[in-house]
């Protein structure tokens, strides 16, 4: 699941930030979907895959390194596929699953032709999902972490999908950012070495709102 933002401008999101479990948030998605690319897009300027991508190709010039294109890629949180598309502009043209529980959304990205496995699970909180440990060469993860349902606390299981020696990057609302236990989760996961941090930065959400992009390396 992908988030929107409440804005008084765009009044039918603003139910989105009165629910309050993961359950909630997913009924909202079903009611939504066929409203999600149109108005994230057009109306708000949604710019979260393409600058989610663009960290991660940064880190590779930085750092010397190059994710593979034909790598296996999970995008959690796919929603109706904009994060999929954005990584075969970038020329990853392995297999890349999806982590997306709303059926709705995922009719969207069905159509386009990028995912080759869907997993349904919610992502809770000190609970696993069904995707199998140390199993994805990148996993990205765009505009799904918030303060009311995917919280701090799931950052460990995201991590957990990836592989030894594989890299994620993570771009959602510095809102929540700001507001949860995200960094301070992170730096547990750093200080137990199970991740280094290749960057963390801000960068541009929406219509002049600020996200918190970050590419990790699983150790």
Known sequence: MTEMTADIKWMWKNELYTTKSAPEELAYYERTAKDYEPEFR????????????????????????TVPRNCRVLDVGAGTGLSGEALRRASFN????????????????????????????????????????????????????NTRSTTSDCLSEVTRMAKHGGYL??????????????????????????VQILSLEYKPYYEGNVAVSFVLKKL
């Open 42 to 65: 057009r109306n708000l300027k949604y710019c979260g895959p393409e600058v989610c991508m663009q960290s991660l190709l940064d880190c590779e010039q930085q750092f010397g390194f």
């Open 94 to 145: 392995g297999q890349i699953d999806a982590l997306e529980p709303s059926d709705n959304m995922f009719s969207h990205a069905q159509s386009k032709h990028i995912y080759s496995h869907r997993y349904t699970d919610l992502i809770l909180p000190n609970k696993e999902t069904s995707v199998p440990s140390c199993s994805y060469d990148l996993v990205i993860s765009i505009a799904v972490f």
């Open 169 to 194: 990057s993570i771009y959602f609302n510095k809102i929540h950012w700001d507001q949860g236990c995200f960094k301070d989760r992170l730096l547990e996961l750093v200080a137990e070495k199970h």
